[in-house]
């Protein structure tokens, strides 16, 4: 079984996407044999109001009954609105929603901001797990009215600190030359937490650079249990993420089933 992490549907402000609906993302899902996948509305992280962007997302889905066993949404959420509590519940209980993603940079509020970790904890309660993308684009190629940073590792253990017992998934996990180090403190944390660093940008080969994350790294430090797979689509060539896991030979059959869709299956209960 394959489940991947890192979906989207949606458009991009500043770059045109291919594939980024949700009937383009099954026929590619179709094309590669991924299984399900894990979808956000990318338009929510632009709108004034992120729960327009969740309404699109839910309406889009019941187009075709195909969609509903191999889509999995995600709510994208903005604890600066001050009505994220009732666009939390709808999402859940009417949507039938799975988890969350934020977006901090973007919404301009930090991780540990106080509202921030009372929707973090609201989620917990609801057993969703919270999704946190380190970054969007490669902010070499950003547009001049794109933001200009990105979070890294500190980041999320200091908000998992503030949460210790919600679940929550990287994406785009990845660390660069040009980011703050990881500090000792922070990848402790890591190493107990609840957390899934997706494969969109790992390499199974030794590479360095701002567009990759050495699985080995990971692996090493978090364990086969802490890594899902992702694509990161329709952002990311469908055929990349599947190269770069295929190469990473240090993974025996039991740890490669984790990758691929235990690890997801375990955290959203499927």
Not at 122 to 135: E, K, Q, T
Request: aromatic letters at 10%.
């Amino acid at each position: 079984m394959l489940i991947d992490i890192s979906g989207y549907t949606g458009h991009w402000p500043f770059r045109n996407l291919r594939g980024n609906t949700i009937a383009g993302l099954l026929a590619r899902m179709n094309r590669f044999g991924v299984d399900k996948t894990i979808v956000s509305n990318l338009n929510g992280i632009f709108y004034v109001d992120s729960q327009i962007g969740n309404e699109e997302l839910h309406n889009e889905l019941q187009l075709d009954a195909a969609f509903k066993d191999r889509f999995i949404p995600f709510a994208t959420m903005n604890p600066v609105l001050p009505w994220w509590q009732d666009s939390l519940k709808i999402c859940h209980e009417e949507y039938g929603m799975k988890g969350i993603r934020i977006y901090p940079v973007y919404h301009d509020y930090k991780l540990t901001d106080s509202r921030c970790i009372a929707m973090i904890a609201a989620a917990r309660d609801r057993g969703m797990p919270v999704s946190i993308a380190l970054r969007m684009t490669d902010l070499r190629e950003r547009s001049w009215l794109d933001v200009d940073k990105a979070l890294n590792y500190n980041d999320i253990a200091e908000v998992i600190n503030q949460v210790p017992d919600a679940q929550f998934m990287v994406l785009d996990a990845r660390i660069t030359d040009d980011q703050e180090a990881t500090s000792p403190d922070a990848l402790a944390v890591l190493k107990r937490a609840d957390v899934l660093f997706d494969t969109s940008r790992g390499s199974g080969v030794p590479v360095k650079g701002p567009n990759s994350e050495s699985l080995r790294y990971l692996v090493s430090n978090f364990g086969a249990e802490r890594i899902a797979f992702g694509t990161e689509t329709p952002f990311v060539d469908y055929c990349s993420p599947f190269f770069r896991l295929g190469v990473f030979e240090e993974l025996n059959e039991t740890e490669r089933e984790l990758v691929w869709s235990g690890n997801a299956r375990r955290m959203l209960k499927i």
